[in-house]
T-cell receptor
């Protein structure tokens, strides 16, 4: 059974701080890794994808992947109240490249 | 607007009823999905269709039956609704199987 685990939170950070969101996965053969943001009552939207070990930066967001440790993280620099949402980690694996989601981490950025 | 659209947005119904949710994408994607998100925000894939062909059929009750009349549409029919079916159902699409999906707005189903 493929599993993707995240701390459910809630995680609270002050405005301007760095928010760090973590995710571990069980399938060593996983190929692709994604972070989605979901505002309350809305649908998930893709904010980052990462496919190889290391860091990938996009604006205030940095995704980090360590396949040996089966660990992927998302850093949000200069956090803003508008970043308050649930962040879902998703991992693609298997011949069908099925996407498995974690249960999400609820982030609150305090003004 | 290019998007994934679903109807209805809200669905309140009695136990035992049969209902359908429609989904359409005009993104030209080959793969469409149905996901279920429960009250704890856990998002789980139910079905995946690639060019109208069923690719993934997770362990869902056979009361749930997807139908893909063409690659731009994937509808979900649910028979004999149960209380535990209450959830948000998201349709999604992606350019190919396994690429990151683009989600529709969701259908909030409440079974009374």
């Amino acid at each position: 059974q493929k599993e993707v685990e995240q701390n459910s939170g809630p995680l609270s950070v002050p405005e301007g701080a760095i928010a760090s969101l973590n995710c571990t996965y069980s399938d060593r053969g996983s190929q692709s890794f994604f972070w989605y943001r979901q505002y309350s009552g809305k649908s998930p939207e893709l904010i980052m994808s990462i496919y190889s070990n290391g860091d990938k930066e996009d604006g205030r967001f940095t995704a980090q992947l360590n396949k040996a440790s089966q660990y992927v993280s998302l850093l949000i620099r200069d956090s803003q109240p508008s970043d308050s949402a649930t962040y879902l980690c998703a991992v693609s694996s298997g011949s069908a490249r099925q996407l498995t989601f974690g249960s999400g981490t609820q982030l609150t950025v305090l003004p | 607007d290019t998007a994934v659209s679903q109807t209805p947005k809200y669905l309140v119904t009695q136990m035992g009823n049969d209902k359908s949710i429609k989904c359409e994408q005009n993104l030209g994607h080959d793969t469409m999905y149905w996901y279920k998100q429960d009250s704890k925000k856990f998002l789980k894939i139910m079905f995946s269709y690639n060019n109208k062909e069923l690719i993934i059929n997770e362990t869902v009750p056979n009361r749930f039956s997807p139908k893909s009349p063409d690659k731009a549409h994937l509808n979900l029919h649910i028979n004999s609704l149960e209380l535990g079916d209450s959830a948000v159902y998201f349709c999604a699409s992606s350019p190919s199987n396994g690429a990151n999906p683009f989600f529709g707005p969701g259908t909030r189903l409440l079974v009374l």
